[in-house]
């Protein structure tokens, strides 16, 4: 049980079998994926009492989205795969919330209508643009033109994909790409692509450090890194002079083996911690998890899944229930733990479930 589970029941009586099971799924044995989850219920909160004040307002400055809500819409590919109106759904859902919305390079829908959905509901909705740093330097300059013009305000380089990852249920389903009468509309018109088609998004090792120095030098956006679990890649993205860091391991879609987010969280907390802001994905699905990653050193997090599953139950509607249900179960989860706010989470809120208080 989590706070999207009837949702994500009617998106699954919804959804074609394998259209499912491409947003659900993970990498090979589904490891990550699962202890994604599990991890964040290994760990318990220690609430404070009796400390008076008004009701918790969580807000938070995050790189071109001020007073933005902590909880953000984490970049999934295809929304129009769950909902006719996929994307652009999202868009006004998370702009009326005033949620930061990272739309995918894979988006079914180009990132200017995205933004334009956005900014129709609320004039100063933070859209990021999420990218795949795509080996002809070229292609990637055009899509960061494509997202500068259509005006997100961050950019968001995923680093954890040098490979596709293997997924299982998908290979399985035969599911492979996106169905006729579909596009991964930001790759339409590219350099190397087909004249009014749509170019394949690539996934390189030979992506490195060069390529990110080589973007950086050619937006005045703020970048942000999603993809890090190791402290030592930490301290290079500070060395860097990137703008934040999302701890993540893609929802457990990309290396198996990969530790959950909230677990590596508080060494990337202690080798960076205060530097740049510190972001995290994977698992997010309660108001108390968030509280959980704001005590270890995160600023805001990503939620993926359940944004798919409100999608495809209800459109605008879904994606809007999951995000006030998520924003009203923070407040919630603040005030049984006695903060204030996001400032007032300190590390020492966070003991591990069953941890002997005797001893
Ligand atoms: C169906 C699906 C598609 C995704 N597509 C992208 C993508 O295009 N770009 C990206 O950086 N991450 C992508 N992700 C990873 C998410 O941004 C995020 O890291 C992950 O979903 C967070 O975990 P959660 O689903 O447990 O909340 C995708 C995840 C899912 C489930
Ligand atoms: C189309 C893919 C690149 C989207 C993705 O990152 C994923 O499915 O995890």
């Not at 259209?19 to 090979?28: E, R, T, V």
């Not at 070229?138 to 490979?163: F, I, K, Q, Y």
């Not at 509309?185 to 350099?191: S, V």
Request: aromatic content about 4%; charged content about 20%.
């Amino acid at each position: 049980m989590n706070l999207f589970a009837d949702l994500h029941d009617r998106a699954k009586e919804l959804l074609e079998p394998a259209i499912h099971d491409y947003y659900a799924g993970g990498a090979a044995d589904e490891f990550a994926l699962a202890d994604n989850e599990n991890s964040f219920a290994r760990l318990a909160l220690l609430p404070r009492m009796l400390r008076g004040g008004p009701p918790p307002e969580p807000r938070v400055d995050l790189p071109g989205a001020p007073g933005a809500a902590p909880v953000l819409v984490a970049p999934t590919a295809f929304h129009r795969l769950a909902h006719p109106e996929g994307e652009l759904a999202t868009a006004r859902a998370a702009a009326a919330t005033g949620t930061v919305l990272i739309s995918s390079m894979a988006a079914t829908t180009a990132v200017d209508e995205v933004v334009a959905a956005a900014r129709e509901v609320r004039s100063d909705a933070a859209v990021w643009f999420q990218l795949y740093l795509q080996p002809d330097p070229e292609v990637t300059a055009r899509l960061v033109e494509r997202a500068e013009s259509a005006g997100c305000t961050a950019l968001v380089v995923t680093v954890d994909s040098p490979v596709f990852g293997d997924h299982v249920r998908d290979r399985r389903n035969g599911f492979h790409d996106l169905p006729p009468g579909y596009e991964a509309a930001n790759m339409r018109d590219l350099p190397g692509g087909p004249p009014g088609g749509t170019r394949d998004i690539e996934m390189s090792p030979e992506i490195s450090w060069r390529h990110l120095e080589v973007l950086r030098a050619t937006t005045a956006l703020p970048v942000l890194l999603k993809g890090i679990l190791h402290p030592d890649d930490a301290h290079l993205a500070v060395a860097q002079g990137v703008d934040g860091i999302i701890v993540s391991n893609h929802g457990g879609r990309q290396l198996d083996a990969a530790p959950a987010p909230i677990d590596v969280l508080p060494r990337i907390t202690r080798a960076i911690g205060g530097t740049l802001p510190l972001l995290l994905d994977g698992g997010v699905r309660r108001g108390t998890d968030v509280v959980t990653a704001l005590a270890l050193g995160a600023e805001a997090v990503g939620i993926g899944r359940p944004v798919l599953w409100g999608l495809a139950a209800d459109g605008e509607k879904g994606v809007r229930e999951v995000l006030d249900r998520i924003g009203a179960d923070v407040v919630r989860a603040m005030a049984l733990c006695g903060v204030r706010g996001p400032d007032d989470l300190t590390a020492n809120l966070v003991v591990p479930r069953g941890f002997g208080g005797l001893r």
